[in-house]
């Protein structure tokens, strides 16, 4: 990258309108993972039916059915966007981690996270101009699509396996409670709730991803696409488990409150 271009891409990701949208996404990945939450406690009440798909694109689908909810989704699809570019800009140009090893995960981590927010900002955008998304469907395609590639069963697993890694990365995380690193805490009760929230958040979020990945190993070891259903598919699964309608509430709730963290990191992230 050329110095020109380097300080122009430095601008873009310390200006203050990137900034601001970038916590605006924050705030509606926020909103998007209490929508979640609150999916899988519906299914877990409702016996693992109804309500809308517990994942990305049934939390924006019902964020779409509120009122002035088409508004709320463009708001949503431009914070995401701002959000993603602002990960994939510090992935190349933060050097707070220059260091061999230290500096390919710095880059690998929010490269990941960039694309991620990207591309649920264009599932936000898609369902706001009237069209349809499905992530659950979206994860069946995929594993269908390296299913019937050379040595596809092993990518799928692979993938399982990667995910299963990343969930015991988010638990882990929760528990030792380093995601203060990301944000400045406020002092008192407030920063105390939050530590609280991010906690369990962290911990629900992993259980559900770990569900994800075994869904992805199952998938490829038995060379069956619908097996692996994402998000939704994995709390649903979670239904069929002894106690499992009480796991499910436990999960849905850890989601809630990382949608509620996802406020405090709006607010006090460090960018």
């Known amino acids: 990258m050329s110095s020109s271009a380097r300080r122009a891409a ?3 990701k310390n200006s203050k309108a990137v900034q ?6 924050f705030a509606a990945s926020g909103v998007v993972h209490i929508l979640i939450g609150i999916i899988a406690i519906s299914l877990a009440v409702g ?3 109804g309500g809308g798909s517990a994942d990305q694109s049934g939390a924006l689908q019902q964020l779409a059915s509120a009122p002035g909810g088409v508004f709320l989704l463009w708001a949503a699809a431009a914070g995401l966007a701002a959000l993603g570019l602002w990960h994939l800009l510090s992935a190349f140009l933060d050097r707070s981690a220059d260091a061999g090893s230290d500096r390919l995960k710095h880059i690998v981590k929010n490269a990941a996270k960039g694309v991620i927010y990207l591309a649920l900002a264009g599932t ?3 369902i706001a101009a009237g069209g349809s998304a499905s992530s659950s469907g979206s994860t069946r395609n995929l594993t269908a699509d390296l299913l019937a590639t050379p040595g596809g069963v092993f990518l799928v697993v692979a993938i399982g396996i990667g995910l299963l890694g990343v969930a015991g990365y988010l638990v882990f995380k929760g528990a030792t409670r380093r995601f203060e690193r990301d944000l400045n805490l406020p002092s008192g009760t407030a920063g ?8 369990v958040g ?3 979020r ?4 770990a569900g994800v990945g075994v869904l992805f190993i199952i998938g490829g070891v038995t060379n069956d696409p619908e097996k692996s259903t994402g998000l939704d598919g994995a709390l649903r699964s979670f239904a069929d488990l002894p106690a499992g309608m009480i796991l499910l509430v436990v999960i849905g709730a850890g989601w809630i409150a990382y949608g ?3 406020f405090y990191r709006a607010r006090y992230t460090r960018l």
């Open 260 to 262: 509620i963290y996802a």
């Open 20 to 25: 601001t949208l970038a916590r605006a996404g």
């Open 124 to 126: 936000a955008g898609t």
């Open 47 to 49: 016996g693992g039916s």
């Open 192 to 199: 105390k709730v939050g530590r609280i929230l991010g906690t």
């Open 206 to 209: 992993g259980v559900a991803l």
């Open 202 to 204: 962290y911990i629900a």
């Open 10 to 12: 430095h601008g873009a």
